[in-house]
């Protein structure tokens, strides 16, 4: 288990494995919830943080403990379906375009131009109006991974086009080898660190964009989500009001979460990276 070793000695990794295994036990926790996440008036209305309600209720007489916990699950789903569907259209574009070249490159990185030159942030908030009320879970995250994986298409384009160049391209193919023994054993060893990043950074976007339209109100709010936490906090004045656990609980848990997925972002890629890993065995 050396690599475990290794990548426990980088304390970015450390600090992002210890806030998602926290969140991820919320998350857990969530099938074990003595509460209906969507009905209204189970417990006293706005009490604060205290026992048994150790995050307080709020407004909608709800324990925020108990909805964080959904908020999380749900959120993190969104994401996971936004980050793995956009992963596999980005590769598969990505690769087929740089391999093959030609018509087929120009026609794929058409599309892809298509989807980053359009103002991504006013058509995607056009059409959740149009779909609010089928904006469920696998709905948000399948409209988010079809405007995601256009710039990642490109990136990995342009590292398939250097491989493409190299020399045991070349002698892969005279001894007889086929396109995909090339791609799976040559290409993607190579592209897994890419890969890995923009999925981590994906799954961040993605958490970004549903608060966005989750505030916004253009997703299904009786969903607990980070996003629709916040929009009912704000919409009840939360903050005016002083019930600061209320609001303050999804913002929290939101930045928890994008320091964990970036500080392991970075991380990974460093140690996936063989350049990297040469310079920080050559200075120890």
Do not use: C
């Not at 307080?56 to 996971?80: C, H, M, P, Y």
């Not at 598969?92 to 391999?99: P, T």
């Not at 656990?245 to 929290?252: A, E, F």
């Not at 350049?275 to 920080?280: E, F, L, T």
Request: glycine share 6%; no cysteine; hydrophobic share 55%.
């Amino acid at each position: 288990m050396v690599w475990l070793k290794e990548l426990f000695g980088d304390y970015r990794f450390t600090v992002s494995f210890v806030l998602l295994s926290l969140l991820l036990a919320l998350a857990v926790l969530s099938f074990f919830s003595p509460y209906d996440p969507v009905r209204w008036l189970q417990v006293p209305r706005d009490k604060p943080p205290a026992w048994p309600h150790i995050l307080g209720t709020n407004s909608k007489g709800q324990d925020v403990f108990w909805e964080a916990t959904f908020a999380i699950r749900n959120s993190l789903i969104i994401a996971f379906i936004a980050g793995i569907v956009s992963r596999v259209v980005a590769v598969l574009v990505g690769f087929i375009a740089g391999y093959r070249g030609g018509l087929v490159d120009r026609m794929l990185m058409g599309i892809a131009d298509a989807l980053l030159v359009i103002p991504l942030f006013l058509i995607l908030v056009m059409i959740a109006m149009l779909l609010r009320e089928a904006m469920t879970l696998i709905n948000t995250g399948l409209l988010l991974a079809f405007f995601g994986w256009a710039w990642d298409a490109r990136t990995i384009r342009s590292q398939i086009l250097s491989l493409r160049e190299r020399e045991f391209t070349q002698t892969s193919l005279l001894s007889g080898n086929g396109t995909l023994p090339l791609v799976t054993k040559e290409y993607l060893p190579f592209t897994i660190p890419l890969i890995l990043s923009t999925l981590i950074n994906n799954i961040a976007w993605a958490i970004g964009m549903e608060i966005v339209l989750a505030i916004l109100g253009l997703v299904r709010l009786e969903i607990p989500t980070l996003g629709t936490m916040l929009k009912w906090a704000i919409d009840y004045q939360a903050m005016l009001l002083g019930h600061w656990w209320w609001i303050l609980t999804p913002l929290v848990l939101t930045v928890f979460l994008l320091v964990a997925l970036y500080l392991l972002s970075v991380s990974v890629s460093e140690y996936l990276d063989p350049r990297v890993r040469i310079q920080r065995i050559g200075t120890r």
